[in-house]
């Protein structure tokens, strides 16, 4: 299953690669760890979207454990196990012990949540789950009708009411009917939205309260879906998304057209939650559980 995912990744991940190529390249050469050899681990961390944090503690590490000592394969192993465990993080949702599972998409405008939720929703499905949809976008008629698509053609239940319709209404319904179906697993799209939008941040709170009342414990994921191709600028936004929505994971979307894929690592340091996806394209099957170990595998191989 893993070289399965670190075929399919690789293929996604072609231009962050191409940047981690020039770093897996330091390893390569002769010589010993030394300032030179340190000042240009950090220069190459830091290209590679890793971010100033997680650059300066890697570095910090590798200084203390092989100052003076001959470059070899070792230092390349200790610095991709550093990678890893930036990443380490519990992985899949989290499900609802009882009654349906509720699954909150959110964030900025055109950063991907649509378009992950129909691959999510097919994902679920593939593993057996039913899944209600609500399209909880209600501002723009479009929107619905884009998420309609998707859910025809995945085969999934979808709740959606007029343009200017209350989002919480529809989540509320959505709610109602997973459960009156027995059906485990509702997912909820969103607007886009800036952390600035009061009103809109508003919107979503209310959202959730809605969910929280049909479902005990819901919603049981709240998935921030950041744009990519953003790199550093998507952890500034989602440090201030997250600090007005609690959110427990992220989804990093278009790593595919992107070489800003490291940013994955500054992402995961500064805000402390998990990526639990990753968009790697623009299909239904464009989705992957995020796993660590295979994601930095991926990277330098
Ligand atoms: N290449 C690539 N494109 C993606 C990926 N995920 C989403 N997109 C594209 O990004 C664009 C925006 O996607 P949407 O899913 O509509 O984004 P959204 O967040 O729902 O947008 P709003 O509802 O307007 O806020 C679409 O053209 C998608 O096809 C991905 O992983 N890779
Ligand atoms: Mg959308």
Redesign the pocket.
Known sequence: MLKGFIEKIKKGLAKTRAVFGGLAGLFTGRGRVDEDFLTELEKRLYLADVGTQATADIVARVRQSFLDKEVTGDVRTFVQGQLRELLAAPAGIQRAPAGPTVILIA?V????????IAKLAKKLKDDGHQITVAAC?TFRAA?VD?LAVWCERIGCDIVRAQPGSDPASVAHDACEKARARGWDTVIVDT??RLHTQAHLMRELEKIRRVLAKQVEGAPHEVLL?LDGTTGQNAIAQAQMFTQSVQCTGIVL?????TAKGGAIFAIKNKLGLPVKYI????TLD?LEPFDPDSFVAALFE
Not at 109 to 116: L, P, V
Not at 253 to 257: M, V
Request: hydrophobic share 20%; net charge negative.
């Open positions: 964030g405008n055109g950063s991907g949540k649509t378009t992950t976008d929107a884009q607007a886009g879906v979307t278009k790593l595919d057209g968009g790697v394209g623009e464009d």
